[in-house]
């Protein structure tokens, strides 16, 4: 190889690191809000679940302590 064919190759690559670091920017910047928004949603979504189901734990444990629970593990309603 010739010295011009290294210089080539060096300029080529700086290129096309520069352009993939824009370009890798630019589509963080354009995903980020659709991204976050979607993480946002799931938390609230997985946070609703725990609620629920600590209600659950509650109650029966509620039931347990009142000993109204049934022979089939089913919480009686007063």
Known sequence: ???YTLERRDHGF???LLAG???GAGAAMWLAPRLASRL???R???ADAVVRGAQEVERFATAAKSDHIGHSGEV???
Request: net charge negative; aromatic share 0%; charged share 20%.
């Open 76 to 78: 009686a309603q007063p």
């Open 14 to 16: 700086v290129i096309g």
């Open 1 to 3: 190889m010739d010295a």
């Open 40 to 42: 946002r949603q799931q």
């Open 21 to 23: 670091a824009v370009a």
């Open 44 to 46: 609230d979504d997985v």
